[in-house]
């Protein structure tokens, strides 16, 4: 896929921490329409669909997450350990300055993760930037893996948010 240099200028005002999920949703567009060459167009209208949020990231530094479990596991585990890592910012919260709060905390919905997808749109009207698989979906242990968390990944990441896999292992 060929950039243009006017749309590579355009990817360069996108925050550094989410420009490659923007630049792989706009190439997926422009693909999409049988083209190879993204322009600076293609950049706006993703911008529209995907990355809105970040340009107003500059004026708003806090970095807003959320956690996504499984919902069988939640029948056993009240996340103490998810937020436990968070508050110490260990493991894959390690990145996370002071300047960032968890804004939901929420269970899949049951196989094949019935409800992450209403919820993740109700959580963009919230500015979530990132959304943590946690890390009961993604460990053997008393509870196999998920299955299904490539798929919950794709639809998350369809949505233009950012995707961790893992918290407190
Ligand atoms: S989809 Fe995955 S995370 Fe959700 S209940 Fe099924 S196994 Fe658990």
Redesign the pocket.
């Known amino acids: 896929m060929r950039w243009n240099e006017e749309a590579l200028q355009e990817l360069e005002k996108v925050p550094g921490f989410v420009r490659s999920m923007a630049k792989r949703a706009v190439e997926k567009d422009v693909r999409k329409a049988g083209r190879e060459e993204v322009t600076v167009e293609d950049v706006h209208k993703g911008r529209d669909k995907h990355i809105a949020f970040a340009e107003d990231k500059e004026d708003d530094p806090v970095t807003r997450i959320a956690v ?6 939640s029948e056993v585990c009240p996340g103490v350990a998810c937020f436990k890592a968070f508050n110490k910012r260990h493991k894959h919260f390690k990145p996370y300055g002071e300047n960032t709060e968890i804004i939901g905390f929420f ?8 409800r ?1 997808s209403r919820l993740v749109d109700s959580l963009k009207k919230h500015r979530v930037d990132v959304i943590h ?2 890390s ?2 993604m460990l053997e242990g008393d ?7 490539n798929e ?1 990944k794709a639809i998350i990441e369809s949505k233009g948010i950012k995707v961790v896999e893992g918290t407190h292992h």
């Open positions: 996504v479990r499984c919902e069988t596991v269970t899949c919905g049951g196989c094949p993760g019935r992450v698989l946690s009961c979906m509870y196999p893996s998920c299955p299904h968390h919950i």
